[in-house]
């Protein structure tokens, strides 16, 4: 069964600092992986998605890499925001269409 | 493009009872999945149904079930509700043609259901 670990579950940073988030996972036969935001009472919103083909994405100040023989994978954002406070999950998705999910993230960016 | 939609967004029922919710999904999506959210257990799968059929199940009892219909829209039912059914239900639609597993998912709103 596919574990999805995300360490620290919360984080404070002030305006400005870069942002590194971490997600690792025990099955490295995935066929993808996404990482979304979340605020509170919200639905989801995809902010990257790396194939398994791929190493990184980059989208503005977000940056994603994937390491796929170790199960690892780093969220990079850049010149944090207060407008970044939100929760951050990874999720990997396997050979059934199913995203495994990780705990989260909750980042509060302090102005 | 419209993104997905969740009806209702707000729920509270009463242990025993049964409750409905419904799913609309981007349009052009065939496949749509459901997630539970709770603060214990974080993000779970339900099942995924892709052209009316379901796919993939995950590990919840029978009292979870769901269907779609022929316009892609879905709706997942939990009979004889109990205290810990209390959660965000979320679902997903991606893929457009096969729906495959490259494609990235978009997660609807959620609704939020409290069983009392």
């Known amino acids: 069964k596919q574990e999805v670990t995300q360490i620290p579950a919360a984080l404070s940073v002030p305006e400005g600092e870069n942002l590194v988030l971490n997600c690792s996972f025990t099955?490295?036969?995935?066929?993808?992986l996404q990482w979304f935001r979340q605020d509170p009472g919200k639905g989801l919103t995809s902010l990257l998605l790396?194939?398994?083909?791929?190493r990184e994405q980059t989208s503005g100040r977000l940056n994603a890499s994937l390491d796929k023989s170790s199960g690892r994978s780093t969220l990079y954002i850049a010149a944090s925001q207060p407008g970044d406070s939100a929760t951050y999950l990874c999720?990997?998705?396997?050979?059934?269409?199913?995203?495994?999910f990780g705990k989260g993230n909750q980042v509060v960016v302090i102005p | 493009k419209a993104g997905v939609t969740q009806t209702p967004r707000y729920l509270i029922k009463t242990r025993g009872q049964q409750v409905t919710l419904s799913c609309s999904p981007i349009s052009g999506h065939r496949s749509v999945s459901w997630y539970q959210q709770t603060p214990g257990q974080g993000l779970q799968f339900l099942f995924e149904y892709f052209s009316e059929t379901q796919r993939n199940k995950g590990n919840f009892p029978g009292r979870f079930s769901g269907r779609q219909f022929s316009n892609s829209r879905s709706e997942m039912n939990v009979s004889t509700l109990e205290l810990g059914d209390s959660a965000l239900y979320l679902c997903a639609s991606s893929g457009g043609l096969a729906g495959v597993v490259t494609d990235t998912q978009y997660f609807g709103p959620g609704t939020r259901l409290t069983v009392l």
């Open positions: 790396i194939q398994s083909s791929q």
């Open positions: 999720a990997v998705r396997d050979g059934n269409n199913r995203l495994a």
């Open positions: 099955d490295s036969a995935i066929y993808n």
